[in-house]
């Protein structure tokens, strides 16, 4: 991809940005192996302390790729992975991708029905669940047919029991002994799974466009759509990565693995780009600024990408402990709208600069971000990454482009773009033009120089924490509850950033609001972080002709109140 006249931008890249990346020839699996091969010792991954090298992650990741071809898997079989980040998370993704077989990643904080569907349409029938998971999945109906659950007790990954007691809120020590030992009832125990020596070296490997992710996104509908991603696909958008964070050395960076790995920005993040640098992975199964900083004495980190709410959280409790965060010399922020205080705050205490990127789930799934440099434009999500073509066009005709500096729909093409949806290939149309333009959804502004603003959101997705809730999912739990007649979801602006799921019902005649009522109600079908933390009643709901509650309009009407 030379540079035209449709790459403006590329002017404002960081001095040693290439316009376009060298294309991977090889797959996932390749780039693991030669990163073990070249980095040997070297530290790999970080648990509470316990470090693990590469040749020790390698030398799992082949035993556990024998258990798992023993348990059946075989090339193209989708085996799903329900886990926080450890140690285990790591060694399960690359184990799948050595087979050939398809990484599908879940949330472990999911409810058994959200669990459900997906499991429905991807149809998984090898499982690595956390083993507070796992009989979650044990109980899914005889339709779902689950071969093997193997289940994950973390702490096994910790370096001793007495450090453990350090870090959870375990009453004793002979309670964490208990923990160690104990195991999901009817599963696989994870230790059994690399138990029966290394995979045979000649073992047929993946090919580069074969598929090698399938993760999960919401869209317009409600319904999660699972993007499937290759080898190529995830391979390239590392090395954009790469590319992005000009000067980051190979065996030198430490990146903190705060964001879930089960999300495509810390897969491609974490597993793929950090694996690629060869760099130590410090992993974090949840985000706890104690935790953080207690680590950051020991084990400074250069690269720390979160949200928002983290970056403020962070640098609050550096500044009250005096803890230094002068070694983050990359920070990218994705998923929600930068605050200009956060930039300013996190920049007080950090070592380099905090840019703004846009991604998506679809794009496997960095497409966008302000360099590492003083062209860097705050508020905006930057300029397309090396290898990135952008337009921009009606929202209703994808094929008629905007003027410049007019609202409207970001388009993006490059290698990173998703092949398209498992088994939906109506969605698949809707999103994927037939040239291969991958349709946002959302509505953006461009300046002279190619730098985006977001606008607005055509799929209504609510961002909150870094998630997206879909408004149409928890309508819909909504709806099932007897007091509630219909229901709009819509988010909340935060003054610190990000939204709040926020929801008006029209209630039975008769009925009164009962706001905790209906909060528990969404919290047996729904993750916590998509439960409405507000719940109005409304009259006269507004709608289409057909009956269809107007959104947009109840937002307007009720937003005021709360």
């Given amino acids: 991809m030379a540079i035209t006249e449709q790459q403006p931008w590329v002017k404002h890249y960081q001095p040693g940005v290439p316009a376009e990346i060298d294309y991977p020839t090889t797959s996932l699996v390749e780039m693991l192996e030669h990163a073990v091969a070249e980095a040997g010792d070297a530290p790999a991954l970080e648990f509470f302390g316990r470090r693990t090298s590469y040749a020790e992650l390698g030398a799992q990741i082949d035993q556990a790729a024998e258990g798992l071809r023993l348990l059946g898997v075989r090339a193209g079989d989708r085996v799903a992975l329900i886990l926080p980040n450890c140690p285990q998370h790591v060694v399960a993704f690359y184990a799948v991708l050595r087979l050939g077989g398809v990484v599908v990643e879940h949330n472990p904080l999911y409810t ?38 193997v289940s994950v007790n973390l702490l096994e990954a910790f370096p001793t029991v007495k450090r453990l007691a350090l870090y959870l809120p375990v009453k004793s020590l002979r309670e964490s002994r208990a923990a160690l030992t104990g ?73 903190y693995a705060i964001l879930p790995m089960f999300h495509s920005f810390g897969l491609t993040l974490y597993l793929t780009y950090g694996i690629h640098k060869q760099a130590l992975l410090v992993l974090f199964p949840k ?4 935790t953080v900083l207690d680590t950051m004495k020991k084990t400074p980190a250069t690269v720390y990408c979160a949200v928002p709410p983290i970056y403020e959280r962070t640098a609050l409790a550096a500044k009250e402990r005096g803890i230094s965060l002068r070694s983050c010399k990359f920070c990218i922020s994705g998923a929600m709208n930068l605050p200009d205080h956060v930039v300013e705050l996190w920049e007080s205490v950090s070592g380099g600069l905090l840019v703004e990127g846009f991604g998506m789930t679809e794009a496997s799934p960095v497409a966008m971000g302000n360099p590492f440099y003083p062209t860097r434009r705050p508020g905006t999500v930057g300029i397309p990454f090396s290898s990135t073509l952008m337009k921009v066009t009606d929202p209703d005709d994808p094929t008629v482009e905007v003027t410049r500096g007019e609202p409207g729909e970001l388009l993006l093409k490059g290698p990173q773009v998703f092949q398209g949806y498992w088994n939906n290939p109506e969605e698949t149309a809707k999103t994927l033009t037939p040239d291969g333009w991958l349709r946002t959804g959302d509505i953006v502004t461009v300046d002279e120089d190619g730098f985006s603003t977001i606008v607005d959101r055509a799929k209504d997705l609510i961002i909150t924490g870094g998630f997206n809730v879909a408004p149409t999912e928890v309508e819909t739990v909504l709806r099932l509850h007897a007091s509630v007649v219909d229901a709009a979801v819509f988010g909340k602006p935060l003054e610190r950033g990000g939204e709040m799921v926020a929801a008006a019902v029209e209630l039975e005649p008769g009925a009164t609001l009962d706001e905790k009522a209906l909060q528990d109600h969404c919290r047996e079908h729904l993750a916590a972080y998509k439960i409405p933390r507000r719940i109005v009643q409304i009259t006269d709901t507004p709608r289409t002709m057909l009956g269809k509650v107007l959104r947009r309009k109840v937002r307007e009407q009720v937003l005021p109140t709360l």
């Fill in 112 to 149: 058994s029905p959200e669990l459900r569907h997906q499991f429905e349409d991807h149809q998984a029938r090898i499982v690595i669940a956390w083993d507070k998971v796992a009989p979650t999945v044990r109980a899914f109906p005889a339709d779902i047919e689950i071969d093997h659950i």
């Fill in 183 to 255: 195991s999901a009832a009817g599963t696989t125990p994870w230790k059994d799974l690399l138990s029966h020596g290394a995979i045979d070296p000649e073992h047929s490997r993946p090919a580069l466009n074969d598929l090698a992710a399938i993760q999960y996104t919401s869209g317009t509908t409600g319904r999660p759509k699972g993007a499937m991603l290759t080898h190529y696909n995830l391979h390239c958008n590392a090395l954009q990565g790469e590319a992005w964070m000009h000067g980051a050395e190979y065996r030198k960076e430490v990146f």
């Fill in 287 to 290: 985000f706890d600024p104690k």
